[in-house]
């Protein structure tokens, strides 16, 4: 028997060197599956991963929205607001109508005294006779035993504020006295 | 004949590639594509979610200053209609002037009111059109009354009316004196009768709601 042929170490060694060219051309041709199934696998983790974050994302959001407090304090400010529009609109229309009203003159008592104590100063009684808000129209009637009087009367009056215009259409003589018809128009600020 | 079938390196390596590629088009296509086509939708969503809730945080810190524009509101409301009465009933506007006239001692010789309120249309002072009326609160009845009394008392009357009753406005006055007969026969003896001549706005306020329930 040949002495190499009985060497099982050598053999063993030859055959260990032959696996391992073997194993090697394996490992050669599986680490690009590999890789590539572990690409695989990360890129779905980290896909994954992303929707897990939106989902949670959505899903707070949602909470909020869905949330009946949220959905009350909503509705609560959407009636406000419809209702102070309507207010605001019923504020000013009123505001705006108050001025109308206010904007007229007073023909009251202050200035039927102004006009009274005008016409003591040179000797002349004044009665009243009308007054029209549409026109501003306050009438009266001037009467004095001297026609001077009137005429020193009705000039005092065309320089008071009390009064936008005078006019007046002549006068009349019943024996003892001197009637004169006075038409004026009220100032806005008229007895305010 | 025996047919054998030996693959060469080439095709090995093609075969190779060809799973390679195989695999990555099916994680593409299956997966990595309904996955991304997932991440949009839900990016969408987020998005409008985003929105909601901005629109909603908004009004929600709204809230307390639509409360407090409310509040304001409404007692400016209540400050403007304090000085008005509120709607009433021709019959009811009768009752209130007659106490009023009679308290004074003077003759009612006539007394006539609107059946029905209008809406309030006031032309300010010397101008031409009316103001807004749209969401006014304001109605008016007219009022027209004539009465009897003595000169000072009629003019102390609607001084009272011009001065102390803002939810008045004094329209017209005439004032006027007629000589007749104290029983009117024309055979008793005669005197002086001052009488005056009044046309007043009676402003009230309601709400439409009111109004409707009065027509």
């Known amino acids: 028997m040949n002495k190499k042929n009985v060497n099982f170490y050598l053999k063993f060694k030859q055959s260990q060197k032959k696996d391992n060219a073997v194993s090697a051309k394996y490992i050669k041709r599986i680490i690009p599956v590999a890789l590539l199934l572990l690409a695989c696998i990360l890129g779905f983790g980290y896909l994954q991963m992303n929707i897990n974050q939106r989902t949670d994302e959505l899903d707070i959001l949602i909470d909020y929205i869905e949330n009946q407090s949220n959905i009350d304090a909503c509705n609560e400010v959407d009636a406000l607001d419809a209702e102070n529009a309507f207010l605001s609109v019923a504020v000013a229309a009123n505001e705006g109508e108050i001025e109308a009203i206010k904007s007229y003159p007073k023909p009251n008592r202050t200035v039927i005294a102004e006009l009274i104590a005008l016409g003591s100063q040179h000797e002349v009684e004044i009665a009243v006779s009308g007054y029209s808000a549409l026109s501003g129209g306050f009438s009266f009637e001037a009467t004095s035993v001297e026609i001077m009087n009137i005429n020193r009367f009705i000039l005092t009056l065309q320089t008071t504020d009390l009064l936008y215009s005078v ?26 | 004949m025996k047919m054998t079938f030996k693959l060469t390196k080439r095709d090995v390596f093609l075969i190779y590639v060809i799973i390679f590629v195989l695999v990555g088009f099916i994680f593409i296509r299956y997966f990595m594509t309904p996955m991304l086509d997932e991440i949009s939708a839900l990016d969408l969503e987020i998005d409008n979610a985003e929105v909601e809730q901005f629109d909603m945080q908004s009004k929600i810190a709204m809230l307390p200053a639509s409360r407090k524009t409310n509040e304001d509101l409404k007692k400016q409301l209540t400050e403007q209609m304090i000085e008005f009465y509120p709607l009433m009933e021709s019959y009811d506007i009768d009752k209130l002037f007659s106490s009023f006239l009679l308290e004074r001692g003077v003759l009612v010789t006539e007394f006539s009111v609107s059946a029905i309120p209008v809406k309030a249309a006031i032309v300010p002072y010397m101008a031409t059109e009316p103001t807004e009326t749209t969401g006014s ?27 102390d009753y803002p939810s008045l406005c004094v329209t017209s006055y005439t004032i006027g004196r007629e000589i007749r007969s ?9 005197e002086e009768y001052t009488t005056l001549s009044l046309g007043l706005d009676f402003y009230m306020t309601g709400t439409p709601e009111e109004y409707e329930a009065l027509k």
Request: net charge negative; proline share 2%.
């Open chain 1, 167 to 192: 006019s007046y259409s002549g006068y009349t003589f019943n024996g003892e006295s001197y009637n004169v018809h006075v038409s004026c128009i009220l100032d806005g600020g008229a007895g305010k």
């Open chain 2, 182 to 190: 104290v029983d009117g026969s024309g055979n008793a003896p005669e």
């Open chain 2, 137 to 163: 609160s304001l109605y008016t009845s007219y009022i027209s009354i004539n009465i009897e009394g003595d000169y000072e008392t009629l003019l102390d009357l609607t001084s009272t009316l011009i001065d």
